[in-house]
């Protein structure tokens, strides 16, 4: 019976762990495509609509908008690379830190107790947690890494990972506006098909980067390609005046 008890409590632990995991790593991984996807869809759209409105041809437009992807891409990613990075070389300085202060602060008992307070756990509750972390060194520093700091403890290829979903992301977004100018070789007509292509992209990812982060679908699709439109009218306009 107790073996049951044991095995179950076990499984418990198990499935919190690795659900607190997936949900974790997909947040990244949904931040990083909506990163690159959103600066993908609207930079490459801006520099071809701004091309067309100087009266470049397709080929010309699409010859930049490739290498503008391409350049983007890859600071997008090493951009991406060094901000994970980062926040992994934070989360060692204060894990340091805070392996010395459970070495050489002799009250940092009391400020377990003062967490734990702020969750309206009474002192004779928490008598016990602080007891039991005391006996077990790594249990406590995880403790105060987590509801101390609030910081959580980086996967290790962290930084690879964000660093090629923003770069493919860019790529594939990027890639959208460009696509009616290698079919059509007037840049005129080209353009419209680029706008028309590209607004229903941005709605489609607009509505999708609402759901994903529980944001209201349809205002964040409409938010989304709003940007993306402000932002080639923009460049349609300046390069304009720029040619007149």
Do not use: C
């Not at 070389?89 to 894990?95: P, T």
């Not at 340091?96 to 202060?101: C, I, L, P």
């Not at 249990?139 to 987590?146: I, N, S």
């Not at 980067?209 to 938010?223: E, H, M, V």
């Amino acid at each position: 019976m107790a073996e049951n008890g044991s095995a179950d409590v076990e499984k418990q632990k198990l499935l919190l762990h690795q659900h607190e995991e997936k949900h974790f790593m997909s947040s990244e991984v949904v931040r990083d495509i909506i990163i690159g996807v959103s600066d993908g869809l609207t930079v490459p759209f801006a520099l071809a609509a701004g091309l067309s409105g100087a009266s470049a041809s397709s080929s010309i437009i699409l010859t930049a908008g490739i290498a503008e992807v391409a350049a983007g891409s890859i600071s997008m990613g090493l951009g991406g690379y060094l901000a994970a990075k980062s926040e992994a070389d934070h989360y060692m300085r204060e894990l340091k830190r805070e392996q010395e202060e459970i070495i050489t602060v002799p009250d940092m008992a009391a400020e377990i107790g003062e967490i734990l307070e702020q969750y309206g756990v009474e002192p004779h509750e928490y008598g016990p947690v602080v007891d039991a972390l005391r006996r077990n060194p790594q249990a406590w520093l995880d403790f105060m890494m987590k509801f101390e700091l609030g910081l959580e403890k980086p996967n290790p290829r962290r930084a690879l990972q964000s660093a090629l979903t923003i770069a493919v992301s860019y790529i594939m977004g990027g890639l959208v506006p460009l696509i009616p100018y290698m079919f059509i070789p007037i840049a005129r007509e080209a353009v419209i098909a680029s706008v028309i292509l590209t607004l229903l992209a941005l709605l489609v990812f607009g509505f999708a980067k609402g759901y994903f982060t529980g944001n209201k679908p349809f205002s964040s699709a409409l938010q989304t390609a709003f940007i993306g439109a402000l932002a080639s009218a923009a460049a349609f306009t300046f390069a304009k005046l720029v040619r007149a």
